[in-house]
């Protein structure tokens, strides 16, 4: 059976209920520095037998994750967990799904649907976090805010050094698990919110910004890319006009140069891509080609519509660069899928049936 890790912040009863639902799966609570009005549950959770580690101030769910984690492999080495909040949103059943999903080499996802009764802001947040996440990562999953989560037991030791203290490392692991190309399977579960998700400690904007900031870096990333190749392309024109004496061989010389740049750097730093390199090479040249002549078709047409020639540039420019990072996010650097793991029973679960 996984360990089941739970982070905890001033928990109710609820926490005593589910510890008590869990039974048998060995149970770890980490106290992020709860105040004393929570001492009687944590210590009736003591007694149903779960481990209780104990942050003596609140330091953020990132790093009790990480606490509870390094106690695991401490002392349970080899033992897959699943992560669960201890606020009522995850049923014993949904934790037993996402355990019975944990296969090596890949996370289980809980996935809420979000129908029924969701708290606006909630169901607002999660759309705006998976479509970020699908941005800064190619891959779509449909929750990238849940804390109900499958990890196995070989993927603990590079999801314990993901940084981040608080609410954002979640999603830094998630992004990590991307880049190392780590299957997300989502399994579905209920959508559960308790008086309008009262007892959430999530702070709507610090912790947004926190959660989106590493969603965000990838496209500010492309965006200094892009200004450093166009510097370069004009730097390239102007010397190989002084040295060759033909704008227009200099010009072509210069974009091939920046546009060499701009896809080792893209697919290196921006994308983080694996797979075949000619064949996305060849992708890249095809989009460089037809960004030019959209580029080129459209400004003719907006400049003989009447649009002055500088905002109608800038405006395409500013549409065509939107466009281009799209295309190479989901097409010319789309992840690599490793195949699907397999879906036979884990063999450490098997020791248990």
């Known amino acids: 059976m996984a360990v089941v ?8 009863e609820r926490l005593e209920l589910l510890v008590e639902a869990l ?3 060995h149970v770890v609570v980490v106290d992020d520095g709860s105040g004393p009005d929570s001492a009687a549950v944590l210590a009736r959770v003591r007694r149903r037998g779960a481990t ?9 769910k990132g790093a009790a994750l990480r606490t509870g984690i390094a106690h695991v492999r ?3 080495p080899g033992a897959d967990i699943v992560t669960a909040d201890c606020d009522g949103q995850h049923r014993p059943q949904d934790v037993a799904a996402v355990e019975a999903a944990i296969v090596p080499g890949a996370i289980a996802l809980g996935e809420r649907r979000f129908t029924g009764a969701v708290p606006v802001r909630s169901r607002v947040g999660n759309t705006v976090a998976r479509s970020l996440f699908a941005l800064a990562s190619g891959v779509r999953v449909g929750d990238a805010q849940t804390g109900l989560r499958g ?4 993927a603990l030791p590079w999801i314990a050094a993901v940084p981040g203290d608080r609410f954002d490392h979640e999603q830094r692991v998630l992004l990590e698990a991307s880049r190392r190309r780590v299957p997300l399977r989502g399994v579905p579960i209920a959508t559960i ?3 309008g998700n009262a007892s959430s400690h999530f702070r709507p904007l610090i912790d947004s910004a926190r ?3 590493p969603l965000l870096a990838p496209i500010g990333r492309f965006l200094a890319l892009g200004a450093v190749c166009f510097a370069l392309d004009a730097l390239l024109v102007v010397a190989l006009s002084a040295v060759l004496g033909v704008a227009g061989i200099a010009a072509v010389l210069a974009r091939a140069a920046s546009g060499a740049v701009h896809f080792a750097a893209g697919r290196r ?6 797979g075949c390199v000619r064949a996305q090479a060849r992708r890249y040249a095809l989009l460089a080609a037809g960004t030019i002549a959209v580029g080129a078709t459209a400004l003719q047409l907006a400049v003989a519509a009447g649009a002055a020639l500088l905002p109608a540039k800038v405006g395409i420019d500013l549409a065509l660069a939107a466009a281009t990072y799209l295309a190479q996010r989901f097409g010319v650097f789309a992840p690599v899928q490793d195949p699907t793991p397999t879906t036979e029973p884990h063999p450490r679960r098997l020791e248990h049936q």
């Open 74 to 76: 401490a002392a349970h």
């Open 52 to 60: 209780v580690l104990v942050h003596e101030r609140n330091r953020g």
């Open 151 to 154: 990890l196995p037991s070989d």
């Open 211 to 213: 959660v989106v900031a």
């Open 193 to 195: 919110y308790l008086a």
């Open 5 to 12: 890790l739970i982070c905890a912040l001033d928990p109710d």
């Open 269 to 274: 730093w921006v994308f983080v891509a694996a």
């Open 23 to 25: 039974a048998p799966r």
